[in-house]
């Protein structure tokens, strides 16, 4: 018979029967999951066990779970309990794309004398009881029968605690699920209220880890449930099974006369076993909120955290966000709205919160965060800028958000933001919020396309339900020109039921850089369904115009775009649709209507990326006296934003220095723009997902050398935006490099490649509108030519 026991490694053994990991014969901490995978892999030594195996074998082929994580979690428990490098395995081998393989040998040890199991024979026998053992796939189960009832002896017992192995800890990799109170108290204002603040208590913790909102809503979909469905004890336990959390939290809200009592009971998912209950008495409805902020303090210690952190991170909940218990109802409606509708659903209950808290830092935070993604710039920086003066009401982790969100929204500055996101990650090692700012906010204006990838799957580890860590990392991959990788992470959002205004935009524009015709038809029909992306989707089919020269087209196109913002009382917007515009004229040579565009945008708004539009526009249009004035303004505005010190002021300054006749000072100028060249310039709204404004200190640098009479150099910089098609995207500086490239060989004496080049811009131009000044400049030159 062979034995349970099997070694392998210097010192290491796996206990089959036990059920038991051990090194030098002592016991190594392995939960169920990680356990059950290494046994698989040990039955199955020397073969390729696919993902699709483990997920059948190890969680059940019907159960759903979020693979990408589960598996890569298990495996990284394992490797960690036998001190395994993936880089270099001894035990378990990564095959890519595939699964793994367990690479060591392993030899058959003896049965230990003094097993568990034969313990367990023993004083099962003397207890009446017969032990019948059935072997079920790689594993031995003991299936206990009682041949009479009586009382089990102390060994029995031992040995069935020992079989469940439960722990009253949980460890600082594990997640837990939050679900809604239960009210009985007949008092709506309960309802969804105590459970964000508990959210808010607990993420205090740099130990805990939260299912956020969002991954909670996309399992809801998954579970053919709406998104808004109530987290009930049952529905919280699934939602914990499938996200293969540890343990899921049941709070509960009663009145006893005048007063109310909350319960807050904790259990392990998989087995149900209570890790902790807690119970509070609130003497008023006023005092709720501090109950609650005890319970959630008595919790922390209970399950594992140390005493250091507890005390060093446990703002009581009123001073962590708000006293006022309908203010914190509608704050929590907001972040809901925000992961089931988009950002623009969440800004009236945010607003709302404000109202009746105007001291509810986090209200404004958020609330800054949602005009950012939606780009109304303005707003952001106000309400960015109140949470920033209010943020001592905050706990730690919060006012990190703060911080962040002041370098990013008001004071622009990139490096700061950079060294917060490192001090968060510090403080709290598994927040995911740092790694999705560094990925889609500061990585991506810096030029840093590699780093804003790694960002982003990071953040995608970490919670796997973050919608916009897919938008982040399909940009960084769409930068690098990885099309195929940047379709695949949308189609994964898509299959997680992620459904944002974003992913619709960003379909259409892989599409567009494929030439999928019908694939942007349909993901634009797509779009227009979904509410928030009907204006983002009409102006990027203007750029899209735009850039092949359908310029009347591409006009009604940003128009309706323009008034669609208006009807929404997005006025940042609706200008940077009108600067946009006023810039595409100006490129193309109407100078007159670029000049009216510019004046109509600055009207609307002068935020900083409005002005930089409008500046750009007057300045290729010959206005140097006004662009010059807006560009003194920007810089003056703005001393500490790194897009505008380094990127959008020596632009400009470089435009006008061309306009007099300087191309050696304009190329001077944009040498301060090299290390972040191929930076986003715009953050949130289509821009961002269109590439306008990117490469556009190469392309000025290209016109300074071609007025310079330095071909070559000219050359080398129109080909740049050619070679990035994933960073510039649909902006029209895309298709005319192809025909400044043209001039630049010309001016060169390479009559063959200027004529190339010239024949790649007529042919993507070849249904343009005939009147466009810029075409038939180039017609005549292409003439010239032959």
Request: glycine share 8%.
């Amino acid at each position: 018979m062979s034995s349970d026991v099997l070694k392998f490694g210097n010192d290491l053994e796996l206990d089959r029967g036990a059920y038991e990991l051990r090194r030098s014969g002592r016991p190594l901490k392995l939960e169920r999951i990680p356990m059950e995978l290494l046994l698989l892999l040990v039955e199955r030594k020397g073969q390729l066990v696919t993902r699709e195996e483990i997920i059948e074998r190890v969680w059940g082929k019907d159960l759903f779970f979020d693979t990408d994580n589960s598996i890569n979690a298990a495996v990284r428990k394992i490797r960690q309990a036998l001190k395994d490098d993936p880089e270099k395995p001894r035990f378990v081998q990564t095959v890519t794309g595939k699964g793994y393989r367990f690479v060591a040998p392993t030899v058959e040890g003896p049965v230990p004398t003094e097993g568990i199991s034969q313990t367990f024979n023993r004083n099962a026998g003397s207890a009446g009881l017969t032990v019948e053992t059935k072997t079920t796939g790689p594993r031995d189960w003991r299936v206990i029968s009682l041949a009479a009832v009586g009382v089990l002896g102390l060994s029995v017992v031992g040995f069935i605690f020992l079989q469940s192995r439960r722990t009253s800890k949980l460890t600082e990799k594990d997640t837990i699920v939050l679900g809604d109170f239960t009210n009985t108290t007949g008092d709506p204002v309960f309802d969804g209220t105590l459970r964000q603040g508990l959210a808010v208590q607990l993420e205090q913790s740099p130990f805990l880890s939260i299912i956020s909102e969002e991954r909670i809503q996309q399992v809801l979909r998954l579970m053919g449930k709406p998104a808004d469905a109530r987290l009930t004890p049952e529905i919280a336990r699934e939602i914990c099974e499938r996200t293969a959390s540890a343990a899921v939290l049941d709070g509960s809200i009663a009145s006893l006369g005048s007063q109310y009592v909350l319960g807050l009971r904790a259990e392990e998912c998989r087995t149900g076993d209570v890790l902790d209950e807690e119970q509070a008495q609130a003497a008023r409805k006023e005092d709720v909120l501090n109950a609650l902020s005890q319970i959630a303090t008595k919790f922390r210690r209970r399950v594992g955290e140390s005493l250091t952190t507890v005390k060093k991170y446990d703002t009581p909940l009123e001073e962590a966000s708000t006293p006022s218990l309908e203010a914190l109802k509608a704050y929590s409606a907001g972040w809901r709205a925000s992961f089931s509708t988009g950002s623009a659903a969440a800004v009236p209950f945010l607003k709302r919160a404000i109202e009746i808290d105007p001291n509810f830092a986090s209200a404004y935070a958020a609330l800054g965060r949602m005009y950012g993604d939606i780009g109304e710039s303005v707003l952001s920086a106000v309400n960015t800028s109140k949470a920033y003066e209010l943020r001592d009401r905050a706990s730690d982790q919060e006012k990190f958000f703060i911080s962040l969100s002041y370098d990013l929204q008001v004071t622009g500055n990139l490096e700061k933001g950079q060294q917060t996101c490192a001090l968060w990650v510090q403080a709290y090692p598994r927040a995911w919020v740092p790694h999705g700012l560094l990925s889609g906010d500061i990585y991506p204006a810096m030029g840093k396309r590699k780093e804003s990838v790694e960002e982003a799957k990071i953040a995608l580890d970490i919670d796997p339900g973050f919608s916009i860590g897919y938008i982040n990392l399909a940009m960084g991959y769409m930068a690098l020109e990885r099309l195929d990788e940047a379709e695949d992470t949308l189609q994964r959002a898509f299959e997680r039921k992620l459904e944002i205004p974003d992913f619709f935009v960003l379909r259409y524009v892989i599409a567009f850089l494929k030439g999928d015709k019908v694939g942007m038809e349909r993901a634009a029909a797509l779009a227009r369904e979904r509410r928030g992306a009907n204006d983002w989707v009409s102006n990027s089919e203007g750029f899209v115009l735009a850039y092949s020269g359908h310029l009347e087209a591409a006009r009604k196109k940003s128009q309706l775009a323009a008034d669609l913002a208006r009807k929404t009382e997005r006025r940042d917007t609706e200008a940077l649709y009108e600067a946009d515009a006023a810039v595409r004229e100006a490129l193309f040579g109407n100078v007159p209507t670029a000049r009216q565009r510019a004046v109509d945008a600055l009207e609307l708004s002068k935020s900083r990326d409005v002005v930089y539009g409008v500046g750009f526009a007057l300045a290729l249009s010959g206005d140097s006296s006004r662009s010059e004035a807006l560009t003194e303004d920007l810089s003056r505005r703005f001393p500490e934003d790194t897009r505008v010190q380094f990127t959008y002021a020596p632009t400009l300054r470089a435009l006008l220095a061309l306009n007099r006749s300087q191309p050696s000072k304009a190329v001077e100028l944009l040498q301060t723009t090299i290390p972040y060249e191929g930076g986003s310039p715009t953050v949130g709204g289509s821009e961002y997902l269109l590439g306008a404004g990117n490469l556009y200190p190469a392309y000025v640098r290209g016109l300074a050398y071609l007025a310079a009479h330095q071909g070559a150099e000219a050359a080398g910089e129109f080909q740049k935006i050619i070679d990035h098609r994933g960073i510039v995207i649909s902006d029209p500086v895309g298709a005319l490099a192809h025909l400044q490239l043209g001039r630049a060989y010309a001016l060169s004496g390479d009559k063959t490649k200027a004529k190339s080049a010239y024949r790649n811009f007529l042919t993507l131009w070849k249904d343009a509108d005939p009147d466009i000044p810029i075409l038939q400049q180039a017609q005549a030159e292409y003439a010239n030519l032959n």
